[in-house]
T-cell receptor, first 113, second 116 residues
Framework: NAGVTQTPKFRVLKTGQSMTLLCAQDMNHEYMYWYRQDPGMGLRLIHYSVGEGTTAKGEVPDGYNVSRLKKQNFLLGLESAAPSQTSVYFC????????????FGPGTRLTVL | AQSVTQPDIHITVSEGASLELRCNYSYGATPYLFWYVQSPGQGLQLLLKYFSGDTLVQGIKGFEAEFKRSQSSFNLRKPSVHWSDAAEYFCAVGLAGGTSYGKLTFGQGTILTVHP
């Protein structure tokens, strides 16, 4: 089991460019999440999905879009990157059902110049 | 609104000393409680979790945490710290119930430095 994987690991963008981050999990989990991590702010939820074809907004959704066309994949898109989106992005997944913990990927470090 | 507070941004201890990391939460219902650890450049790894039952929970790497409902706290402890415990620690809280969809609210994190 690879668990939760994220692609790419690092990326540098110029302001206004677009990109997509890929999260994949091989644990057959129903729920998936995208977070951003900034110093001193912990992790903040951007978007989440409770199943294939469904997505919902989290705490800080502005400037991001997501899609979950397949159960194992959860894509995070930045249509027009801004310097404020410089961050480390983490994907997580968990099974449906009460009390289960989230399993995290290794993260993607994104810099927007 | 739900919130999680880790009052200590940075803690420094000597190797072999005891450790307590604080976590306070503000939730209107029975929470699920987690502690995660993040080594530099890595993802988050679960240390332990509390859902119900015994309020003292044991985790990996010799860590334990105690849920105190009256104080809305879930402090993490270790009796003797090892140099390899240097990392950032996150407390996270989730709500029970189907409509919460397992979402977590994280604290700001506590960076632990261990002196030899």
């Amino acid at each position: 089991n690879a668990g939760v994987t994220q692609t790419p690991k690092f990326r540098v963008l110029k302001t206004g460019q677009s990109m997509t981050l890929l999260c994949a999990q091989d644990m057959n989990h129903e729920y998936m999440y995208w977070y951003r991590q900034d110093p001193g702010m912990g992790l903040r939820l951007i978007h989440y999905s409770v199943g294939e074809g469904t997505t919902a907004k989290g705490e800080v959704p502005d400037g991001y879009n997501v899609s979950r066309l397949k159960k194992q994949n959860f894509l995070l898109g930045l249509e027009s990157a801004a310097p404020s989106q410089t961050s480390v992005y983490f994907c997580a997944s968990r099974p449906r059902g009460g009390g289960n913990e989230q399993f995290f990927g290794p993260g993607t470090r994104l810099t927007v110049l | 609104a739900q919130s999680v507070t880790q009052p200590d941004i940075h803690i420094t201890v000597s190797e072999g000393a005891s450790l307590e990391l604080r976590c306070n939460y503000s939730y209107g219902a029975t929470p699920y409680l987690f502690w995660y650890v993040q080594s530099p450049g890595q993802g988050l790894q679960l240390l332990l979790k509390y859902f119900s039952g015994d309020t003292l929970v044991q985790g990996i790497k010799g860590f334990e945490a105690e849920f105190k409902r009256s104080q809305s706290s879930f402090n993490l402890r270790k009796p003797s710290v090892h140099w390899s415990d240097a990392a950032e620690y996150f407390c996270a809280v989730g709500l029970a119930g189907g409509t919460s969809y397992g979402k977590l609210t994280f604290g700001q994190g506590t960076i632990l430095t261990v002196h030899p």
